[in-house]
């Protein structure tokens, strides 16, 4: 399965931009899928992740809140929306697929990653 996220851009602090990830070659829908973020000179940390039925929600505890984790197994996409956007935010965003139903906050859970996508915050 072949992952693509979108929705990045340059945005000021406060605002809200809509993220998603869209799968192609094979569903995703019976997998659970997770949202990871990596800032320059960081190491890639765990934002978000959800079931594959649409529960099984975890959220890191700095986007708590802000940020929504949604999926439409139909159109096999997730959606992270992020509200409230803050300058810690900037990164690049990534979506990945899980080995099974349910994921956890872990990469090693995660066995499909997609290209990430630009999040810039500016205060």
């Known amino acids: 399965v072949q992952l693509q996220a979108s929705g990045g851009g340059l945005v000021q602090a406060g605002a809200s931009l809509r993220l998603s990830c869209a799968a192609s070659?094979?569903?995703?829908?019976?997998?659970?899928v997770g949202w990871f973020r990596q800032a320059p000179g960081k190491e890639r940390e765990f934002v978000a992740t959800?079931?594959?039925?649409?529960?099984?929600?975890h959220y890191a505890d700095s986007v708590k809140g802000r940020f929504t984790i949604s999926r439409d197994r139909a159109k096999n996409t997730v959606t992270l929306q992020m509200n409230s956007l803050e300058p810690e935010d900037t990164a690049d965003y990534y979506c990945?697929?899980?080995?099974?139903?349910?994921?956890?906050?872990?990469?090693?859970?995660?066995?499909?990653w997609g290209r990430g996508t630009l999040v810039t915050v500016s205060s």
């Open positions: 070659g094979r569903t995703f829908s019976n997998n659970a």
């Open positions: 990945a697929s899980a080995r099974r139903a349910v994921a956890g906050s872990g990469s090693y859970d995660y066995s499909y």
């Open positions: 959800i079931g594959w039925n649409g529960g099984s929600i």
